[in-house]
Structures are given as structure tokens and as C-alpha cells.
């Protein structure tokens, strides 16, 4: 059974950055591709940033390119997502999601509603301030 366990979520200032975690059990992510999602309240679930370990290659939304950061480290089994120039509108749960068929390509819509993904993380919350 695969188990994903984000943290690092909290309250920052806009401007600020925060890391989040993603650690997985039960999978070897270098199998996997892994995403990472928000959902801000009222809002429907956003695909942020994607990983595919076998190919090498990560993507972004438009809204977090530049700013965010998505690393994996193989030896710990996790999955990071570094975000940085934080804004207000980040404001949202973020869940990390991993799939051995879900496919991460430069095709935003391919991937960003997160229907590909069977595993997801119970969430962390990330409040920026204005």
C-alpha cells in the first residue's frame, strides 16, 4: 500500500518561502511520476508542479514557474517542493500524489487535475499573509 506524508506547510509573509516534504512509503518513487496539487477553498484542485523521475523532467504551472521547485531525493524516498516569492493567492492545501501510470509531460491539461493519480498525500495547509 503506498502512503504519502506531506509537511512543512505553515504560516508565512508574502515574499517568503517554505519547503515542503512529501514522503512516501510502500513505493520506490523513482518508479513513479509524483505531482504536487493545491486547493484553495471554493476553488477546484490545481496541479502545481510534476516529476518524472524515469524520464528526468519536471514541470511547472504558469502561475508557479520560477518561483517553485520540485526536487526528489531517491535515497530518502521524498519528494520536495520548494516555493519562494510567496503570494496571497498561494494561499491553499497542498497534497502530493504519485502514480506508477500517470504521466508527466510539457501538456499541462495531461496531467493538472490529478485524475491520472491513484495515491494521495492527506494535505498540508500554506496560509501567505499579505
Known amino acids: 500500500e503506498v502512503q504519502l506524508v506531506e509537511s512543512g506547510g505553515g504560516l508565512v509573509q508574502a515574499g517568503g518561502s517554505l519547503r515542503l516534504s512529501c514522503a512516501a512509503s510502500g513505493v520506490t518513487f523513482a518508479d513513479y511520476a509524483i505531482g504536487w496539487f493545491r486547493q484553495a477553498p471554493g476553488k477546484e484542485r490545481e496541479g502545481i508542479s510534476c516529476?518524472?523521475?524515469?524520464?528526468?523532467?519536471?514541470y511547472y504551472a504558469d502561475s508557479v514557474k520560477g518561483r517553485f521547485t520540485i526536487s526528489e531525493d531517491f535515497a530518502k524516498n521524498t519528494v520536495y517542493l520548494q516555493m519562494n516569492s510567496l503570494k496571497p493567492e498561494d494561499t491553499a492545501v497542498y497534497y502530493c500524489?504519485?502514480?506508477?501510470?500517470?504521466?508527466?509531460?510539457?501538456?499541462?491539461?495531461?496531467?493538472?487535475?490529478?485524475?491520472?493519480?491513484?495515491?494521495w498525500g492527506q494535505g498540508t495547509q500554506v496560509t501567505v499573509s499579505s
Open positions: 500524489a504519485a502514480d506508477l501510470w500517470a504521466y508527466c509531460s510539457g501538456d499541462y491539461h495531461n496531467w493538472a487535475t490529478g485524475a491520472d493519480f491513484g495515491s
Open positions: 516529476i518524472s523521475s524515469t524520464v528526468d523532467m519536471t
